[in-house]
């Protein structure tokens, strides 16, 4: 069985995300959508509150797992027994963290996880987590942006609606 870790901090998760999520679906017999819980981030959204919106975005899609690591990426792959990760590319400036970060990973695991990028769609190449929490955070529509139920937890959190 082929399965692959799609790790993010999905704080919150973009239609960017589930195109990505989609598409590996139907690429990986198994999808594991991981969020990273970084205590020294100070996220907007608790990790029980990610996997929650990421459940509820995903419930659809089948062969899609969501669930939660922290410490470093490699050693959570070796403990699912997955060897590919996946990650998302908008655009030329995401290209050399994640140029780096893919590197970094192969050479830590020996050799043992390969990054697969997916492409974002043209539809999505501008969209950010940082850039919707920055528009609800001043009460602006992010309805084009992210999924309903995303929506209702940024208008929520920033107490409003929309
Ligand atoms: O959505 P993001 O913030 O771009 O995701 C980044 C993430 C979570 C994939 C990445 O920061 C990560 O996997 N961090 C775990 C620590 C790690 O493995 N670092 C690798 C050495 S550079």
Do not use: W
């Not at 990973?105 to 990028?117: A, P, Q, R, W, Y």
């Amino acid at each position: 069985m082929s399965t692959a870790i799609y790790p993010g901090s999905f704080d919150p998760v973009t239609y960017g995300h589930i195109d990505i999520i989609t598409r590996a679906s139907g690429m990986f017999d198994h999808i594991i959508v991981s969020v990273l819980n970084n205590p020294s981030k100070s996220p907007l959204f608790t990790v029980e509150e990610r996997v929650t919106m990421l459940k509820e975005c995903t419930a659809h899609l089948k062969n899609v797992e969501i669930d939660s690591f922290s410490g470093l990426l490699v050693d959570y792959a070796r403990e699912k027994n997955c060897h590919i990760a996946i990650r998302g590319l908008r655009a030329m400036t995401d290209f050399d963290y994640e140029l780096h970060f893919a590197q970094t990973n192969f050479t830590i695991s020996k050799g043992d996880l390969e990054t697969v990028f997916l492409t974002t769609d043209l539809a999505y190449s501008f969209l950010s987590s940082t850039t919707v929490r920055e528009i609800a955070s001043f009460h602006g529509d992010v309805s084009e942006l992210v999924p309903k139920y995303v929506c209702k937890c940024l208008y929520k959190k920033f107490g409003y609606e929309n």
